[in-house]
């Protein structure tokens, strides 16, 4: 997203202009979220606090977003975006190493971690909001594993009958798991046993069997 | 939990009267949260509404439960107890994957279910009753499998260096995964899958390497 420079908006045309200060109004409202979100929570968050603390009138913010949910959503996939690539390298441990590692730097380091939690808890305790929601964001989050688990059958290095979104599951849910429950820390050494166990799985390999017992 | 019996209970002394009458009030509270948790879900279920149904004053009510989450936590609990058992069957595939086919079970088709949405969606809004319960709630869930693994690691069957929590993680998560994402239904062949993929992995085996690549 642009940031807004004054001499461009002067120079410009007037519809140039517009649409600028329309980036830049959402940009201050989502920018208000965010510094809410990461202070106190999605509890604490209200559409009035972002209003008053983007200097933004109530109306234009609910223009935009009926809820604090629809507004955390667009914040969420903005900043997921940014953090979630495609790393390609060739070899899918290094791959899905690599996702699982951002997915868990957005979720414990940026504002993605508070706004999925009071999403997920949103959509059940308002469960008219749910289907939609979950079904964009499930959906959004699931692409980029899938690409590297469609490159991995090509190349032969899972096999051909692999599950995909099995394998989604595995890896999305148990570190949805930990967010969640916040029974054990999120970290890059978690995110790469985890990644392990999904492709190798914990029974003793062949050479182990034959050298352990 | 006894039900009541009217003999047992005219013939009684009076404190066992009185322990029963106890026994009968929290069981008829615990099935009147039950019905409204399985008809309507956690959002429409309020301590009135169960006072309500259940015949028994609100100040009794809330003696026994300060809060509708704590109510849940002990229906969930009481469920749970009843669905989840270690299965001991002598294999480690067999015995996980009864327990995985008794949690989807637990949260398809009881109460248990909508409890435990309401509880993990409680527990991110209301963040200081946070820790309390997911210390106790992960916790209580997790013996069985830790059971299990402990059991195939002695065997052999698993290696030694199992992360037990990781596994626990992998599996539990998948299945809450799907059930508050709603992406995907919660069927006894993911579970089945589910175990398989945590066991052998999704890399081909050396046989399958050396008669396909």
Redesign the interface.
């Known amino acids: 997203m642009e940031p807004l420079d004054e001499q461009q908006l002067a120079g410009g045309l007037a519809g140039t202009r517009r649409r600028r200060a329309q980036t830049g109004t959402k940009e201050r409202m989502i920018r208000a979220a965010a510094r809410i979100l990461s202070r106190e ?3 604490r968050l209200t559409m009035e606090r972002v209003a008053a603390e983007s200097g933004v009138a109530k109306t234009t913010l609910y223009r935009r977003w009926p809820t604090k949910a629809a507004l955390c959503m667009e914040l969420y996939l903005e900043v997921a975006g940014n953090e979630l690539s495609d790393p390609d390298t060739g070899n899918v441990g290094s791959d899905l190493k690599h996702v699982a590692n951002a997915v868990v730097r957005l979720q414990t380091k940026t504002v993605a971690g508070p706004a999925l ?2 999403l ?8 008219d909001s ?2 939609a929601f ?2 964009e ?3 959004r989050r699931r692409e980029v594993t899938r690409l590297v688990l469609n490159r991995a059958i090509e190349r ?5 009958d ?2 995909i ?3 989604i ?2 890896l ?7 967010l ?5 820390p999120l970290t890059q050494e ?1 995110a790469n ?2 990644v392990s ?8 390999g ?1 050479d ?1 069997q034959q050298e ?2």
Do not use: S
């Open positions: 929570g999605y509890a939690i009071g997920i808890a949103e959509a059940q305790v308002n469960p749910r289907p979950l079904a964001f499930a959906e032969g290095e899972l096999r051909a692999t599950d979104d099995l394998v599951d595995a999305g849910g148990a570190v949805t798991f930990r969640l429950q916040g029974h054990a978690f046993a985890l166990l999904v492709l190798n799985g914990c029974k003793p062949p182990e352990n017992g």
